[in-house]
Nanobody
Framework: QVQLVESGGGLVQAGGSLRLSCIASGRTFSSYAMGWFRQAPGKEREFVAGINWSGLMTDYAESVKGRFTISRDNAKNTVSLQMHSLKPEDTAVYYC??????????????????WGKGTLVTVSS
């Protein structure tokens, strides 16, 4: 069983920055692929960013490329999402996810094995 706990959400003005963090339980964190998904009100959950087990491979949704950066620290069992140039359309609940069956980035929410409870990011215009 893997538990994921997100932190760092909040209210920010458009153009601002936020850093989300997620700490994971489990002794084999370094073998998991990790990801961030988000869900805006009235919309489906969508992939935001993913990182493979080593941290050497990442992938991003087109809408956040160049603005968001995902990273991980396997020594601390943490994954982070640095968000810059935030837009009102980035407003959503952001979920930390883990894919434990392989260490490779996956972009479909049905393939993720564990989810955090989410942290709300609100970007005001």
């Amino acid at each position: 069983q893997v538990q994921l706990v997100e932190s760092g959400g909040g209210l920010v003005q458009a153009g601002g920055s936020l850093r989300l963090s997620c700490i994971a339980s489990g002794r084999t964190f370094s073998s998991y692929a990790m990801g961030w998904f988000r869900q805006a009100p009235g919309k489906e959950r969508e992939f935001v960013a993913g990182i493979n087990w080593s941290g050497l491979m990442t992938d991003y949704a087109e809408s956040v490329k160049g603005r968001f950066t995902i990273s991980r620290d396997n020594a601390k069992n943490t994954v982070s999402l640095q968000m810059h140039s935030l837009k009102p359309e980035d407003t959503a609940v952001y979920y930390c996810t883990a894919h434990v069956r392989t260490g490779y980035v996956v972009k479909t929410y049905s393939a993720m094995d564990y989810w955090g409870k989410g942290t709300l990011v609100t970007v005001s215009s």
